[in-house]
């Protein structure tokens, strides 16, 4: 399921907040990893609504995505 550039700084919100128990630095490490490409997206002009996971499985990882309008 892939989820939109919005539901990704949601989720890593939602995973820093709630970050107790046995899972609390995988949680912290996966929000740290959901806010860097949802930042990363949104400083290369991808919106809100765009989706994350079908940019990754294309280019790899976030770096490698190029900017929106030169796509």
């Known amino acids: 399921m892939s989820v939109s550039i919005l539901e990704a700084?949601?989720?890593?919100?939602?995973?820093?907040?709630?970050?107790?128990?046995?899972?609390?630095?995988?949680?912290v490490n996966m929000a740290k990893s959901q806010l860097h490409n949802a930042v990363e997206l949104l400083n290369k002009g991808y919106s809100l609504d765009d989706e994350v996971e079908p940019l990754l499985e294309q280019y790899g990882e976030?770096?490698?995505v190029p900017d929106k309008d030169s796509k």
């Open 9 to 27: 700084l949601m989720n890593a919100d939602y995973n820093l907040q709630n970050n107790t128990g046995s899972l609390g630095m995988f949680a």
């Open 62 to 64: 976030v770096e490698n």
